[in-house]
């Protein structure tokens, strides 16, 4: 963050007050690299952990195109309409490369932004692995305290995104399309596995039939793949034109209750917090440790070791751990 200090006290009350530009300030707070901005981010979630409330997470993933961004203006509009508050975190990949978070995602939600309950965010993913934006799990937090019902969750489904998204959600919604070949379009099986409704997207117009089809052909694959009883619904979808939108939030709505009822919601977020706490420790330790330039530099000329196959990546990381634990006070 730039320009004056922020007193997270302030922003906390404001965002649970429900004032929408402190909630974007404060996911921007929370997002910052800067070492300086550290402190306040973590007063800001201190202060507003007593006011979360729970709010239903939904992860929307899929491949580049698939229709992500149109289904949730779609379902958040339909959710929005019905006095639900809504909140989206568009995690965008493409900020990978220009290295700073692209609007794009607004422009193809344009009727939900200008809803007066709804708050959208693109996030940049900050490189981390898996176009799930470093701190997109305090920005869920943030957005609960400041009174949202719904979370949607924005992810392109490739490389390593599938187990980080299904991390932060009660239900990973997945979007596929029909006849793009039998590779399941570049999704790992991992993500297939993973997801707890399949929707067989843009199912209209000419493309009707081959969706209904591969609806069909995809629908045996899951069944086989956690077994009949225990299998997840696909079901057929159109954004465009709104068909089986509100069927899919029936079905979505009926994991969340039945969730809630058996307990399995809680059991899930337990395990998702245990392992956010765990990564965190990984990623903090080695931010610290690249805190110092010269460990920093050591571990430039790690990393042009290892590209260069002069260095093992084990003996690099062991090289590094020593130079780092002999600088760390006892
Ligand atoms: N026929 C049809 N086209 C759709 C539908 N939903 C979206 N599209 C089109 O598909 C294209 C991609 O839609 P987006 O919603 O931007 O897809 P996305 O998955 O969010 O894309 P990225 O964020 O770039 O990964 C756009 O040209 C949409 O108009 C649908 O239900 N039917
Ligand atoms: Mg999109």
Redesign the pocket.
């Known amino acids: 963050m730039s320009g004056p200090a922020v007193d997270p006290q302030q922003l906390a009350s404001q965002l649970v007050a429900g004032d929408r530009q402190a909630l974007a300030r404060a996911i921007t707070l929370v997002e910052s690299s800067r070492l300086a901005d550290w402190q306040a981010s973590e007063e800001l979630l201190t202060a507003i952990l007593p006011t979360s409330k729970s709010a239903a997470r939904i992860g929307i993933t899929?491949i580049?195109?698939?229709?992500?961004?149109?289904y949730i203006e779609a379902l958040g509009c339909m959710l929005a309409k019905a006095g639900k508050r809504v909140a989206v975190l568009a995690i965008d990949p493409s900020s990978l490369l220009s290295g700073g978070s692209i609007l794009g995602?607004k422009t193809?939600m344009e009727e939900l932004a200008r809803m007066e309950h709804a708050f959208i965010r693109p996030s940049p993913s900050s490189g981390a692995l898996g176009g799930v934006g470093r701190r997109s799990r305090e920005a869920i937090l943030l957005c609960e305290a400041a009174g949202y019902d719904l979370i949607l969750v924005?992810t392109?489904g490739v490389g390593q995104s599938e187990s980080s998204i299904a991390d932060m959600v009660d239900c990973l919604v997945l979007l596929m399309l029909a006849g793009t070949g039998d590779d399941l379009q570049g999704i790992k099986r991992g993500l297939l596995e993973l997801a707890d409704l399949l929707l067989m997207?843009?199912a209209?117009?000419e493309?009707l039939e081959a969706a209904k089809l591969a609806g069909k052909q995809l629908q045996a694959a899951v069944n086989i793949l956690h077994g009949a009883e225990n299998s997840r619904p696909v079901l057929n979808c159109?954004?465009?034109e709104g068909t089986g939108v509100a069927e899919s939030w029936t079905e979505i709505s009926r994991q969340l209750e039945e969730g809630e009822r058996s307990g399995a919601r809680q059991a899930r977020r337990q395990q998702q917090d245990l392992r956010w706490f765990e990564q965190s420790v990984g990623a903090l330790i080695q931010e610290r440790v690249l805190a110092s330039s010269e460990t920093a530099e050591h571990f430039t000329r790690l990393r042009e070791a290892v590209l260069a196959g002069t260095l093992h990546a084990t003996q690099a990381a062991r090289q590094l751990a020593a130079v780092a634990t002999q600088r760390l006070p006892s």
Do not use: M, N
């Open positions: 899929g580049p195109g698939v229709g992500k961004s149109s995602d193809r924005e392109v997207h843009k209209d117009g493309g159109s954004s465009l």
